[in-house]
Nanobody, 121 residues
Framework: QVQLVESGGGLVQAGGSLRLSCAAS????????MGWFRQAPGKEREFVAG????????YYSDSAKGRFTISRDSAKNTVYLQMFSLKPEDTAVYYC??????????????WGQGTQVTVSS
């Protein structure tokens, strides 16, 4: 059983930056692709970014491209989401996920509890 714990969320002004972290335990980190998703109030959860097991393949949502960077550190069993130029519409609960989806934008098996990101205008 894989456990995922996100951190790094908070309140930031528009145009600011945040780096989210997701620490994984209970499994072999390199066995899983990792993803970041988000869910804003009243909206469905949406894909933000995904990274393959060894980092060779990365996908971003259109809203994340050019502003967010996903990376993973196998030595620390941690995946990161560096977010720049944040906008109020980025406000959401951000979730980390692990699994072996057919597509990095698809279904994951394990989920963290989420971390709140709030961007003020």
């Amino acid at each position: 059983q894989v456990q995922l714990v996100e951190s790094g969320g908070g309140l930031v002004q528009a145009g600011g930056s945040l780096r989210l972290s997701c620490a994984a335990s209970g499994g072999i980190f390199s066995s899983y692709a990792m993803g970041w998703f988000r869910q804003a109030p009243g909206k469905e959860r949406e894909f933000v970014a995904g990274i393959s097991r060894f980092g060779g393949t990365i996908y971003y949502s259109d809203s994340a491209k050019g502003r967010f960077t996903i990376s993973r550190d196998s030595a620390k069993n941690t995946v990161y989401l560096q977010m720049f130029s944040l906008k109020p519409e980025d406000t959401a609960v951000y979730y980390c996920a692990a699994g072996l989806p057919m597509d990095l934008r698809g279904e994951y098996d394990y989920w963290g509890q989420g971390t709140q990101v709030t961007v003020s205008s």
